[in-house]
């Protein structure tokens, strides 16, 4: 099971750099194991709008959605107690919190791979390219 970040997805839909690497991906991995928070598919949804890309945005949803079985999960308030420990423990943004703590909770990802996780998202920021795979 993985899952998808946000700059993931919008590396293919923006035909940026690693396109075919992510659409070589998206190919070898069936649909049913691919997850999106609910915080990713909306800030998919934020940058498409703002680079008027809505037929893009139509494209993904239908893709992903409609005619695949990409899961949507998100977190509930109550979560956001553990999100601001993650925050703090880890030196994390909101939206890498976000993404670490919906892996944990929808068991996508384990203690052996969370170590190596926070390191990588402190190494490379906002241009990290990665997936948590389970």
Known sequence: MYLVDTNIWLERLL??????????????????????????????????????????LLRFVRDAFVQGAVSLIRLKPEDMKKMTKVMQQFNLDFDDAYQYVAAEKYGLIDENISRHL?????????????????
């Open 15 to 56: 035909d940026q750099t690693k396109s075919e690497e992510v659409g070589n991906f998206l190919a070898r991995i069936s649909s049913e194991r691919l997850f999106i928070t609910d915080f990713a598919f909306h800030s998919i949804g934020v940058v498409l709008s703002r680079l008027n890309k809505n037929k893009a």
């Open 118 to 134: 926070v390191n990588l998202l402190r190494k490379q920021g906002d241009h990290v390219f990665y997936c948590y795979h389970r």
